[in-house]
């Protein structure tokens, strides 16, 4: 897709959704690298997370549903759980 220069968001996707399939696309690749235990899919899957919640940190909060917010913050924080206790 692309993107909008002066917005950088993905064309036909609002914020809303980019937070949204950004948080379960880091849920999938968490999924896969903690079923695989490959290192690099580990590192992969943190820097998914590390998007997403980039992504989050740099959309302006107004106008949000902070409960839509606070529901994928604890998402993005399960996956990031998952994570450490499969390293460790």
Do not use: R, Y
């Amino acid at each position: 897709m692309d993107q909008i220069n002066h917005t950088g968001l993905i064309s036909g996707m609002n914020e809303i959704a980019q937070i949204e399939v950004s948080v379960k696309a880091a849920q999938k690749m968490v999924g896969a690298a903690t079923m695989q235990m490959d290192p690099e899919a580990m590192n992969n899957a943190e820097k998914a997370i590390n998007d997403a919640k980039a992504l989050m940190n740099q959309t302006s909060s107004t106008g949000f549903d902070q409960d839509f917010l606070t529901q994928q913050q604890q998402l993005l924080d399960q996956c990031q759980h998952q994570l450490s206790e499969a390293k460790h």
